[in-house]
């Protein structure tokens, strides 16, 4: 499975990105789907995930601000992203774990990584 990320850039505090990634196999949607950030000097971290069965959790950082989703027509899992804050700059990557109906926040369960697209929050 490849995953393509797209749609980060520069946005003010307070402003709005959605981010797209793209699965390269209809298998996905037998797939926990989920998002990670790096930060400049820390380490990866989980943001959000999506099950099979479109459960959804978050971090507790950005619940309230982001919304994760998916659309297993298109292979593609979104991360809408609200209220964004200088803390949210980083590389967000996509992973995918499966085939699977379980859904975690732990690194290490997903096989399966995008390159990363770059989000930077900057006044």
């Known amino acids: 499975v490849q995953l393509q990320a797209s749609g980060g850039g520069l946005v003010q505090p307070g402003g709005s990105l959605r981010l797209t990634c793209v699965a390269s196999e209809r298998s996905i949607n037998v797939y926990t789907l989920a998002w990670f950030r790096q930060a400049p000097g820390k380490e990866r971290e989980f943001v959000a995930a999506i099950s099979s069965g479109a459960l959804t959790l978050y971090a507790d950082s950005v619940k309230g601000r982001f919304t994760i989703s998916r659309d297993n027509a298109k292979n593609t899992v979104y991360l809408q992203m609200n209220s964004l804050e200088l803390a949210d700059t980083g590389v967000y990557f996509c992973?995918?774990?499966?085939?699977?109906?379980?859904?975690?926040?732990?690194?290490?369960?997903?096989?399966?990584w995008g390159q990363g697209t770059q989000v930077t929050v900057s006044s």
């Open positions: 992973a995918a774990d499966g085939p699977t109906f379980a859904i975690t926040g732990e690194e290490d369960e997903y096989t399966y």
